[in-house]
Structures are given as structure tokens and as C-alpha cells.
């Protein structure tokens, strides 16, 4: 990756203009922390980038982002700018291309965002970054009540920064996150989502989800069940707890798991008709939930009789045939029952012992059935 990225700086400095790795890429290089997230800044223009690298894609030319694939690995590079108003506390109404880096990080979020790299190592801190990461601090680069007016997400990241990095938020920092915490409630919910996920998936999850209570943000983040958390390894499970199901947006895939999670913490996720019907990602994660290691899901798991219906050594066709019946509804309780059955290890799962079950069933059904409409008609 960073091999790749210095053939980037070279290509773009052999066309006579300036390029640095910036950011991110450059803090977790100097913390010995590996990164594949790869920005550059450079003094060229989109347009110039355009004809540097025939692959080149205009992101966003209003503020001069270009994306650039090398050896298959993508990087996007800003042209050095100074912004105008920010009219909606996220984005600049205007920006200004500039030739001058300096001014270019100034418009930064945090001071430890602001480190950068050129083609050859060396490290470039024109505004003294580097002791803000040796000390382990957040510091936003202007004041930090000005900074979250510009763009309140930068709340949502300075809390993300301290809780991934374990780094410490400034005191002026705190003081502004609460005074401009009202700020959050016109932010994007998606916006939202994309942060909190990077916190609830953190190791450190514990010390964001202080940082939320502490600062207060709890009610504009509609997070009112935070208390109830218990931390998990798994960001679904974070969110399940949560119970805010009807408020962010979360796919269908997601909402399916966190209904399963939810089944599965119900009903047992050691039991063999739990893993059965919810699977086992959802009783490892209810699991870990209530306290039940994944090694016993796990032996449960691969000491069940079955783990789904193509496991059943006789099929609808042999169903059919035995009972002399057509397809219809009663073949979903038939293989209910059988499957109930097999999984409480009450029968087998041979063809013999399965037909001879499924005649019983067939004929239980069809008493009640009887049953009913005589007392219907007798009614």
C-alpha cells in the first residue's frame, strides 16, 4: 500500500507539482498502527490530475476530489483548498483552490489529522501535531466551538478518534462538544450511523459509550436504552440492545439479525431448535450477550442431528408418495413436527423412523381436524 502510494507522490512531483500523504494514513504510521486508507493532498488541480492518470475520476469536483487507481488500490486526492461559509454546519458553500499546504490543513478537523508524509518518508508537521499524538490528545485545529459550527460530524469523529485511538479529548474540546451538542440533531441520521458504528465496533467500546453519557448526547442521538448495553464484539449486537430499530437505517439483512439475536437470547441460543431456526451467528452473538461462550454454541452447534431442512434424509416427494397425499398446507406442519422432533431427539433421522412419524403426525392432524368440525357442526 504505501509503496503504491509513494509511486502516486512520484508520478504527480514528476509532473511538477507537490504531493503528500495526509491524515490518517500518516497518524497510524507514525503509532505503528497498520492502515489501507490512503489520502493524498497535492497543489494540482482536478483538471491537472486528469491528465496526470488517464484512470482518473472526478468525485466531487466542488471540492476538488479525484479518485486514482494504481496496481488496484484507490486513492483519493484533494487539491490543497481553503473553504468559504459553511451555510449548513457540514458543507462549504464555495472552496478556493490554494498552492499553499499550510493553509490547506488549517481547514482540518483535528491536529492529529493534519500530519503528512512526502515521496521520500520524511515527516511533515507544520502545525506541531506530532506532540498532540505522543501525548495522546484530541485537539481540533481552529477553536473548537468554531470547528463544530463549520461541521457538526466533527463531534461525532473527535468521539470515534478518542474511542478507536484510546486518546484522551481535550478540555476545551469536551467543553464545545457540549455546548454544540444541539447542533447534532440536523445531522444526517446515515451520518450518524457511520459514526457510531465505528465507535460500537471499537474494542474500546466502553470508553465511547462513557464519552456519550459524559457529554450528554444520549437524547439527540435518540440512544436512550445506552444503559442497558453490554459490551459486545459485534456492532449488531451493540445495536440490538439499543432498540432503535425504527429510528437509524439499517438494511433488511440487519434488522433480520437483530430479530434473530433477539429470538435467540428468548429462547436459549444453547438449545438445538434455537441454532436450528435463528443459525448460529445470531445464538453466538445472544451469547456473548448473556454470557455464554461461543465454544459450548459451537459444540451445540456441530452436535446437532440437523442444521436445516435439505438434512432430512426424506423429501416432500417421499412424503407424498407414503402418505398418498397432494402438496398443500399441511406439508409445512409435517415437517414442523419433523423437524421438532429430530432436533428434541425423539426420532431418528432415517427414512424408516421419519415415515412412521409422519403417519402418526399426518394422522394426529387430520383428528383434530374431525374434531373441530364436528363441534362446528354440533354447534
Not at 478556493?96 to 493553509?103: E, Q
Not at 421438532?340 to 387430520?366: F, G, R, W
Request: aromatic share 8%; proline share 3%.
Amino acid at each position: 500500500m504505501l509503496e503504491t502510494a509513494l509511486k502516486v507522490l512520484n508520478i504527480i512531483e514528476d509532473n511538477s507539482y507537490e504531493a503528500y500523504i495526509v491524515g490518517g494514513f500518516v497518524r497510524d504510521y507514525v503509532m505503528g498502527i497498520k492502515s489501507n486508507d490512503v489520502d493524498i493532498t497535492t497543489n494540482a488541480r482536478p483538471k491537472d490530475l486528469i491528465k496526470i492518470f488517464p484512470n482518473a475520476n472526478i468525485d466531487n469536483e466542488m471540492y476538488g476530489s479525484v479518485t486514482v487507481y494504481l496496481n488496484n488500490i484507490r486513492f483519493e486526492i484533494t487539491t490543497y483548498r481553503d473553504d468559504g461559509n459553511y451555510l449548513d454546519n457540514r458543507h462549504p458553500d464555495t472552496i478556493n483552490y490554494v498552492n499553499d499546504l499550510k493553509t490547506d490543513l488549517k481547514r482540518r478537523d483535528f491536529t492529529i489529522n493534519t500530519i503528512c508524509m512526502d515521496k521520500a518518508l520524511n515527516i511533515v508537521d507544520l502545525l506541531s501535531c506530532r506532540s498532540d499524538i505522543d501525548k495522546k490528545i484530541i485537539k481540533t485545529v481552529i477553536n473548537p466551538l468554531t470547528s463544530f459550527k463549520i461541521d457538526s460530524l466533527r463531534i461525532l469523529r473527535a468521539i470515534r478518534f478518542a474511542t478507536t485511538l484510546d486518546f484522551e479529548l481535550a478540555k476545551e474540546v469536551k467543553e464545545a462538544i457540549i455546548q454544540s451538542k444541539y447542533l447534532l440533531k440536523d445531522l444526517s441520521i446515515n451520518r450518524k450511523k457511520e459514526e457510531l458504528d465505528k465507535i460500537f465496533s471499537s474494542p474500546n467500546i466502553e470508553k465511547g459509550i462513557m464519552l456519550i453519557k459524559e457529554l450528554g448526547l444520549i437524547d439527540v442521538l435518540f440512544l436512550e436504552n445506552i444503559n442497558k448495553v453490554i459490551p459486545c464484539s459485534q456492532v449488531i449486537g451493540i445495536w440490538m440492545m439499543l432498540e432503535v430499530d425504527e429510528i437509524y437505517p439499517f438494511t433488511r439483512n440487519e434488522l433480520n439479525l437483530m430479530k434473530d439475536i433477539r429470538n435467540a437470547i428468548k429462547n436459549n441460543p444453547l438449545d438445538y431448535t434455537t441454532l436450528y431456526y435463528y443459525d448460529l451467528y445470531p445464538c453466538i452473538v445472544a451469547g456473548e450477550i448473556i454470557g455464554i461462550s461461543k465454544k459450548e454454541i459451537m459444540d451445540n452447534y456441530n452436535s446437532m442431528p440437523i442444521h436445516k431442512r435439505g438434512d432430512i434424509v426424506v423429501d416432500s416427494y417421499d412424503l407424498i408418495d407414503y402418505l398418498n397425499i397432494e402438496d398443500g398446507p399441511i406439508m409445512s406442519k409435517l415437517w414442523k413436527e419433523l423437524e421438532l422432533n429430530i432436533l428434541n431427539l425423539e426420532v431418528s433421522n432415517t427414512k424408516e423412523d421419519l415415515l412412521n412419524l409422519a403417519k402418526k403426525i399426518y394422522t394426529s392432524i387430520n383428528l383434530v381436524k374431525e374434531e373441530c368440525n364436528e363441534t362446528e357442526t354440533t354447534g
